[in-house]
């Protein structure tokens, strides 16, 4: 029975230093344009916040204001003139206002006042210094707080969607490169308790449970093997070690306890960047290593298993 390959520092490091540059490249290559849209849609947000709402005297808003604001589709905005902001669900349990939804406030003015009272304790007032000194805010004040804020919120929503777009495009390059190269068959997702439960061999199947953690690819190898893959994108060195050593190489060690180590291949799918030292630890506890700039390396290892 064939093993995956298992890389050398040498190696880890150069394909490591590859994988960093195309990253550098794409990154600095994203259109600036991007930025300005969506950084116009956000400043444009608390503008209104401030214009029809009334937020520069945060404290004296009233309950219905609060869910005319969710209801316009303006409760992110909201969340963010915390510091740090709150995300959606933290301000639904601080505020014991869940599901916190529009309806839920237009129906219970009291979970309206909990929600305001939650943004008011939770205020920057490094961006919204006049409201922690009682007095109005200045025009240029006011404008600072709408430059910062929307800053703020872009940058979140910029990284969360290059992060998430990333990935989706590394998963749909692997299933091309499954099916396009190694005439692999894509089945349908499905729930694998045990191996009769898998797709067969030479078949691939999307993000599936397998056994108690989810994969984004499961593989059926030549040999019966099952292979789940983990495609991980990377934007930092510290990063990694969450990506790598702290989810892909938790899960290989699971898939093999719970299939059986002669049973299960687990895979991750790096892109980005990566510290080798991480690479190193991971690949020693059992988690096998493929680039996505290097995909040839993964087809040589599935078709030897045939």
Same mark, same amino acid.
């Given at each position: ?21 195309? !990253?550098?490249?794409?990154? +600095?290559?994203?259109?600036?344009? @991007?930025? *300005? ?53 933290? =301000?639904?349990?601080?505020?014991? &206002? ?8 237009? @129906?219970?003015?009291?979970?309206? %006042?909990? &929600? +305001? ?8 007032? #490094?961006?919204?210094?006049? &409201? =922690? ?18 800053? +703020? ?9 290059? %992060? @998430? ?9 692997? #299933? ?23 797709? %067969? ?11 108690? /953690? ?30 790598? @050593? ?9 898939? *093999?306890?719970? !299939? ?28 096998? +290593? !493929? ?7 993964? #087809? ?5 298993? /045939?």
């Amino acid at each position: 029975m064939r093993l995956p390959p298992i890389w050398t520092e040498k190696q880890l490091d150069a394909e490591a230093q590859l994988a960093r540059s195309r !990253f550098r490249a794409e990154r +600095l290559g994203e259109p600036l344009e @991007n930025w *300005k849209q969506v950084f116009d849609r956000h400043k444009s947000q608390f503008e209104r916040l401030f214009e029809e709402y009334g937020i520069a005297w945060l404290d004296s808003l009233k309950a219905e204001q609060i869910a005319a604001i969710f209801r316009e589709h303006l409760g992110d905005a909201l969340r963010y003139l915390a510091g740090p902001p709150i995300s959606d669900d933290d =301000l639904g349990v601080l505020a014991e &206002v869940e599901p916190l939804t529009a309806a839920r406030l237009e @129906n219970d003015s009291a979970a309206g %006042r909990r &929600v +305001l009272a939650t943004i008011v304790q939770a205020l920057d007032t #490094k961006r919204f210094p006049w &409201v =922690l000194e009682k007095r109005d805010p200045t025009d240029a004040e006011k404008s600072a707080s709408i430059l910062a804020s929307a800053a +703020l919120i872009t940058a979140q929503r910029l990284s969360t969607a290059r %992060r @998430n777009e990333s990935k989706k495009m590394q998963e749909q390059g692997v #299933k091309d490169f499954l099916a396009k190269e190694l005439a692999f068959k894509q089945v349908a997702t499905r729930r694998i308790r045990i191996l009769e439960d898998a797709p %067969r061999r030479g078949e691939f199947c999307g993000e599936s449970m397998v056994g108690t /953690r989810k994969a984004d690819i499961l593989v059926r190898l030549f040999d019966g093997r099952l292979m789940p893959i983990e495609c991980k994108v990377s934007n930092s060195s510290l990063n990694s070690v969450k990506r790598i @050593n702290n989810d892909a190489a938790v899960k290989a060690r699971v898939w *093999k306890d719970e !299939f059986g180590r002669t049973q299960v291949v687990p895979v991750a799918m790096l892109t980005g960047v990566y510290k080798v030292t991480n690479l190193v630890q991971a690949q020693s506890e059992g988690l096998s +290593l !493929f680039w996505a700039h290097k995909l040839k390396a993964l #087809k040589s290892f599935i078709e030897s298993t /045939r």
